[in-house]
């Protein structure tokens, strides 16, 4: 369970740090590149503890999945989703 909040503080720093390396992702700014984060963290914290396992210490190989998760889901997002229009 701790690795579980470890991998939402990872994808709560992904998102941030996601709005400025994929500013173009519409999808409610800055929560929704928090959400989106969040999800691909988890997403890749439980990969990587599934299919990898402890690396180097307790909790950081959940987490640098959690980090390439939360990022890898945002280039996603933003490669293969089209921007939304912006109405005045």
Partial sequence: MPYFIYWIIAGIATGLVGQYL???????????????????????????????GDWKGAWSGGTFGAI???????????????????TT
Avoid: D, E, M, Q
Wanted: glycine share 18%; no cysteine; net charge positive.
């Fill in 22 to 52: 994929f500013p173009k992702v519409w999808f409610g700014g800055v929560p929704g590149n928090i959400a989106i984060s969040i999800a691909g963290a988890i997403a890749g914290g439980w990969l990587f503890n599934t299919y990898v």
């Fill in 68 to 86: 390439l998760g939360g990022l890898f889901l945002l280039g996603f997002f933003r490669l293969f989703l089209p921007n939304k229009p912006k």
